[in-house]
């Protein structure tokens, strides 16, 4: 439907607390909301909705330039929509957008990416790759389940509610075939319960039971995925360096750069749990805070740091994104030497704020490439590279 066609809704007043309204919904915003306006303009968020939908809301909690409504029926339908796999799809913590068509998700987060940097006054960089999922269900390797005796199932969204399910649309097959077996072991607990099920390159299934999140050590959750962001970030890091990867768990970033690197750091709070003699010789792993450990080698540069070799470094903070004292850690990192760097990032706000940080430092945005890690969901990954003199 264009612009102009759109049917105006019929309710000619602002909407007010716990209302049921009929909206138009217009657009989709990169946190996964429909987004409508009332008569007076105000912008009004709807989950579940999609561009084009004409739709009955309640609105839910009212701030002075937008609302928040559930959805309480569909009276017209998007074209853009369409059938959620997931008969829990709504109900269920895990999934914003099955019923959104994976072209309109891709566009939308793409676009996100660009309004997060635009919002942080950044030029678009002179190269900009996109790399939507080829796999757009069934790619999740990992789950993290809950269970209170014989139900098992994901937290709802915003509770601690468990939503029975069967399987994940999302989740590998080898996962999905596991949850019964899951669920005969959970009823001989006696307290509520959470496991983590991985499945491995070769297959196999590994549960954790009420381990911490990725207690068998971080690995991204979309192995296919994490193969292209690896591969970008080897065509992008400079041969015959110090490399160092910085929030780097499992070295996952940049293991790969070893045969072509002089040394690789990987500095992360949590350390491999594989053997040590699976890793190049020339890889060491520092179990360390990754602020304080740079800071101490910037203290131990001796003299000028114009003699020290340059060298590259990935950061791949948490949601969070860097630290507040962001300034200090540049200033460690020209220290070292650091001439290039990969900014890579899950949440997109965070990142752009902290790419805007080394920008206001000197440092110069030269590529930005989104991948697509999350298909069904709002979420999604941007790297970027950073060079600086
Ligand atoms: C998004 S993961 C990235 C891991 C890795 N780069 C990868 O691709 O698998 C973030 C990592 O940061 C680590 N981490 C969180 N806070 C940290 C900190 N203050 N210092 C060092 N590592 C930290 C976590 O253990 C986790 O492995």
Redesign the pocket.
Known sequence: MSKNQRRRPPNPRPATGNEVCVLQVEDLSRGGNGVAKDSSGRVIFIPFTAPGDLVKARITRQKSHYAQAELVQVLEPSGQRQVPLCPVFGRCGGCDWQHVAYPLQWQTKCDGVKAALSRQDLPMPQSWQEYPANRIWSYRNRIQLRGKKSVLGFYSRASHSIVPVERCAIAHEELNEYIATVREQGKLRTKPYKVELAVDADGSVRAVWDGATAAGG???INSEQNQRLRHWVMENISNHRTVLDL????A??SAQLAPDSQVIHC????IPLSEKNQWPSNISFHR???FAWVLEQARQVPGNSADVPPSSAII???RGGMPEQLPQFIEALRRLNVTELIAVG?KTDTWARDLAGFIHQGWRLQKVAVFDFFPQTAHVESAALLTCN
């Not at 929030?247 to 499992?250: D, L, M």
């Not at 500095?267 to 949590?270: E, M, T, Y």
């Open positions: 971080f690995e991204q929030y780097g768990g499992s996952n970033l500095v992360d709070l949590s360390s805070d990754v791949d903070p948490p899950c």
